[in-house]
């Protein structure tokens, strides 16, 4: 009779987890992949990440600021009504909460908090928005210091 | 002492297993003459072995004892844990390797292949880099409610040239 090595139980986990994270077909189908992205805004360059670089187009012409620059990826796979934490740029962190979940939409509750000198997290905005799967929300305008604001786009899908 | 005396006394050796009291070259001359005196070895034909007429002397076990004997190997084996090998279990050599070997070494490398699974997700996940390319804003996003605490003030404002695209802005009053 084989009985499985811990390097047996190690293989199987992973692959496990890689079938799940590949998208097949799971009893996770119904959670909802949050995604939420830490942007700083910056006014003392021009520098733009690849993947902001249609998007920084069009925040120039509304905003101040030249440079944009993607500094962090949160995602992550949560349940309806779960709470999914992401730790972003600066004293700042989001939980973002998918609410609902449609075929082209998915409504999420967006909390950006602030740790403060003590430790202690404070609320800065918290906002509920329905969006299309794969879209992003942008939040902005939190100070990191030196005139650099930050920007939290949420998506899920 | 002559020669045929001499051959008696290494014949009564023989007879009586002492083997240990010949030279080599005294073993090799009594083969010789042996294999060339047939009258010799008849002599020594009937004489027993001396293993074997020791082996007669010690009291030789019964059925029984042997039956207790394969009993309590069948026992240990089966106490053994199932991955030692069956030579280990049974004490016999080593030289044969354990069955399980091969085995062990493919999950090894499944679980290799795993972690570079794992860490390829991983880096995926947590990296800032999107494979998908460029972000897209939510053109029709739908603002459901919208809190802001603290000395700040919150505004929607509407960004992008032909496809607008809110964008939730903090005045943040505060400093950091």
Known sequence: MFRATPAARVAFFGLTLAGLAAGAPSALAQDVEVTVLAIRATKSNNDVSPELRDIAAQLRKQFQYTGFKLEQRRAGRTALEKVHTATLIGPYSAEITPTAASERTVQLKCQLLRRDADGKKTAVLRSTVTVEKGRYQLFGGPSLGDGDVLIMAVTGK | ?176
């Not at chain 2, 016999?92 to 390797?97: I, L, N, S, W």
């Open chain 2, 1 to 176: 002492m002559n020669a045929r005396n001499e051959l008696e006394r290494l014949l009564t050796l023989v007879e009586y297993g002492r083997l240990d009291q010949l030279a080599p070259a005294q073993i090799a001359e009594i083969e010789r003459l042996l294999n060339h005196d047939p009258a010799l070895a008849e002599r020594l034909a009937g004489r027993i072995p001396p293993l074997d007429r020791a082996a007669r002397l010690a009291p030789q076990p019964s059925d029984d004892e042997w039956q207790r004997v394969w009993n309590n190997i069948a026992n240990a084996a089966a106490k053994a844990p199932a991955g030692t090998p069956a030579g280990a279990r049974t004490g016999a050599a080593a030289a044969v390797p354990p069955p399980t070997h091969s085995l062990v070494n493919l999950w090894r490398s499944a679980a290799a292949l795993a972690a570079c699974i794992i860490l390829v997700i991983t880096w995926r996940a947590l990296g800032p880099s999107l494979p998908g390319g460029q972000v897209r804003p939510a053109l029709n996003a739908q603002i459901d409610s919208l809190q802001v605490f603290g000395d700040r003030t919150g505004i929607i404002v509407s960004a992008g040239d032909g496809e607008a695209f809110p964008v939730i802005w903090v005045m943040d009053n505060e400093g950091v």
